[in-house]
């Protein structure tokens, strides 16, 4: 993989973009391939957007998500131009199989593959060119960084800082996280000199749910959490029966696996929701345990450091029964 660098003395030259991140993207992935959208269409490169999935509804008032195409549902479209393109910007993701149903596809064709992300083991071979940093905020800092570094901070507008503000504000946990470094404050002293409206990107993320949304969050704090002190550690189930009577949707149960972590003394919280296909795992830590590692080793995932996620075929009650011995067995690392 050469490094990114290299790719901004062909940015001058008009090309066929596609972007395009993880499956049921978030606000970093959604915000990052927008905001990458933006800054390429002014450029004057013909940028399509193709997320693998459907995404979250509080993602919908980004700029430009309504040209966003959804894989599953415009397949055929999607390979058309996917066949067509000279690049694809691989943004928040490092392997293709974090794209599901577009994998075979991402793989198969011979355009020049580009990765902007800032997970861990990343698979580079894959990649013609691209940076891979896990010391980054966010892939929306990353491509603030793309943007400044290839000397086109100008072009930066509203509808791109929006989009980047999101991302970055997303993937810090509101600048909370050890990957909230100086520069992501110089990043947001920036975007505020150019006219970011913050407070709005904040009401958009944040104060933008519907009442069951909150009424669910209610029902999981008080019924499907379990704290194990011995261990520092809690662990939310969600079973459907919830998901079906709360109605909730994609992106509904973002930042809940969170909320354990406001507990005195807590160091690990995983978060468990029974999906049709497959039992979703989230996980987050505080200081020195390592979920990245936990969720490659017991749950097919992987992620940060201090966030990471996984799956399961397991029915719910016997993935909850593989955490706790997992929990059991890392015991040392979580005292
Ligand atoms: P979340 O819990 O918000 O879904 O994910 C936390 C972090 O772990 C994100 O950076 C996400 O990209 C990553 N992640 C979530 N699920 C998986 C997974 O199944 N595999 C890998 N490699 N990373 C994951
Ligand atoms: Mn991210």
Redesign the pocket.
């Known amino acids: 993989m050469k490094a990114i660098r290299e790719i901004f003395p062909l940015l001058i030259e008009p090309r066929k973009v596609v972007i395009t991140m ?1 499956q049921k993207p ?1 606000a970093d992935a959604m915000g990052s391939a927008l905001a990458l959208f933006h800054f390429l269409s002014a450029l004057g490169h013909s940028a399509t957007v193709i997320s693998p999935t459907n995404w979250a509804g509080w993602v919908d008032w980004m700029p430009g998500t309504k040209e966003v195409l959804d894989y599953e549902k415009n397949k055929n479209k999607a390979d058309l131009i996917l066949d067509e393109t000279d690049w694809v910007f691989c943004l ?2 490092n ?1 293709f199989h ?1 794209t599901k149903t577009m994998t075979d596809k991402l793989k198969s064709i011979s355009c020049t593959k580009i990765l902007i992300d800032h ?1 861990q083991e990343p698979d580079t071979p894959s990649f013609n060119y691209g940076i891979s940093d896990t010391s980054k905020s966010s892939t929306c800092e990353m491509i603030y960084d793309f943007i400044v570094d290839s000397g086109n901070a100008s072009i930066i507008n509203t509808e791109i800082s929006e989009c980047i503000y999101a991302g970055v504000v997303a ?1 810090t946990g509101s600048f909370r996280f050890s990957s909230t470094h100086a520069g992501v404050h110089l990043l947001v002293a920036d975007l505020k000199t150019r006219g970011l409206d913050h407070g709005k990107v904040h009401d958009k993320l944040f104060d933008n749910f519907l009442e069951n949304r909150l009424r669910f969050t209610g029902n999981v704090l008080l019924n499907r959490m379990e704290v194990f002190y011995e261990y520092n550690t809690a662990l939310i189930a969600i079973p459907k029966s919830d998901i079906l009577k709360y109605n909730i949707k994609t992106g509904d149960t ?1 930042g809940l ?1 969170n909320y354990p972590l406001s507990i005195q003394g807590i160091k690990l919280v995983a ?1 468990v929701i029974d999906r049709e296909e497959e039992r ?5 830590s505080k200081g020195e345990f390592d979920c990245n590692t936990f ?2 080793k017991y ?6 450091y201090n ?5 399961s075929r397991s029915s719910l009650e016997k993935t909850v029964e593989e955490f706790k011995k997992a929990m059991i067995e890392n015991n040392d690392l979580l005292k």
């Not at 966030?307 to 799956?311: I, K, T």
């Open positions: 993880h978030d928040d993701f392997i974090r997970h993937d973002e696996v978060l979703k795992w989230s996980f987050r969720a490659r749950f097919e995932g992987g992620g940060h966030a990471s996620g996984g799956s």
